[in-house]
């Protein structure tokens, strides 16, 4: 049961240029969203998606695209990478619905801009 | 816009005490808190949930408390072990979206 599978691990990009993390869960959850995590500031939702088809911005969406084709895979986009993206990137996943709504998380995708 | 903060960043104790991790958010009116653990250079770890119309959840040597009315969550850590060290968030689900905002954290040491 792997839960939530974050790829990469880590990378490296320089200012610029362009790459896709990658978010996988087999929980079958209708909710899928993606945080950067920033010293001293916790975590920011980039953006949200409460089933195929439907995605929506968070707090801190500016630089990032994400599609939602599957309930399975929920991909985020950075076009055109810039410093300020480097963080830390954690998707997260849990049940659509009223209800526990407990969320379950990768185990991140750190990214540093050059 | 719901503001989430943990005091103190970070907090140092010696093995066996009971310690106690502060939470206060700004908007009262929430759905759930979500208190997390985070180990270095790993994800989340989500430890205790409580409603809005609850005034507790235990689990183990954890007791989290919530205040709505005053805007302020704890979470008690009973008899702490080395194994307990790592960073503590808390998380209020709150808002027309029902999103989660998060603290920034407390980073706990257990010395053995």
């Known amino acids: 049961n792997a839960g939530v599978t974050q790829t990469p691990k880590f990378q490296v990009l320089k200012t610029g240029q362009s790459m896709t993390l990658q978010c996988a869960q087999d929980m079958n959850h209708e909710y899928m969203s993606w945080y950067r995590q920033d010293p001293g500031m916790g975590l920011r939702l980039i953006h949200y998606?409460?089933?195929?088809?439907?995605?929506d911005q968070g707090e801190v969406p500016n630089g990032y695209n994400v599609s939602r084709s599957t309930t399975e895979d929920f991909p985020l986009r950075l076009l055109s990478a810039a410093p300020s993206q480097t963080s830390v990137y954690f998707c997260a996943t849990r049940r659509q619905g009223p209800g526990a709504n407990v969320l379950t998380f990768g185990a991140g995708s750190r990214l540093t801009v050059l | 816009k719901q503001e989430v903060t943990q005091i103190p960043a970070a907090l140092s104790v010696p093995e066996g005490e009971n310690l106690v991790l502060n939470c206060s958010f700004t908007d009262s009116a929430i759905y759930n808190l979500q208190w997390f653990r985070q180990d270095p250079g790993k994800g989340l770890t989500s430890l205790l949930l409580i409603q809005s119309s609850q005034r507790e959840q235990t689990s183990g040597r954890l007791n989290a408390s919530l205040d709505k009315s005053s805007g302020r969550s704890t979470l008690y850590i009973a008899a702490s072990q080395p194994g307990d060290s790592a960073t503590y968030l808390c998380a209020v689900n709150s808002g027309s979206a029902r999103q989660l905002t998060f603290g920034s954290g407390t980073q706990l040491t257990v010395l053995p």
């Open positions: 998606s409460v089933g195929a088809g439907i995605t």
